[in-house]
């Protein structure tokens, strides 16, 4: 027989690997952080339409100013609708009431 010395005493030390328990509190914690991050990717993938739809409307912006910086004499034929809805535009050029 193995002297007492030799022998292997159970204890909390002699435990190896993981219990189920704690298998499930890493796949909860990994799950969340997982779900934090796939939450991240569409809101950044929002964010950069945005942007790009921005972009877009200031470089449709310029080129209609650059239009009408070329053409200064139509200035009174563009009609750019500033005022919201409902408010009264003043006119460029009124038409004489007859």
Do not use: C, W
């Not at 690997?17 to 298998?23: D, H, R, S, V």
């Not at 100013?65 to 009264?88: F, M, W």
């Amino acid at each position: 027989m193995f002297p007492v010395s030799a022998r292997r005493q159970a204890g909390p030390g002699s435990q190896r690997g993981m219990t189920l328990i704690e298998a499930l509190a890493a796949f909860v914690i990994l799950s969340v952080g997982l779900l934090g991050i796939v939450g991240l990717q569409a809101l950044s993938k929002t964010a950069q339409h945005q942007a790009i739809q921005r972009s877009r409307a200031v470089a449709l912006g310029n080129d209609m100013l650059e239009r009408i910086r070329s053409n200064p004499a139509g200035l009174e034929t563009y009609d750019i609708h500033l005022a919201p809805q409902g408010v009264a535009q003043p006119l460029l050029n009124p038409a004489p009431i007859a």
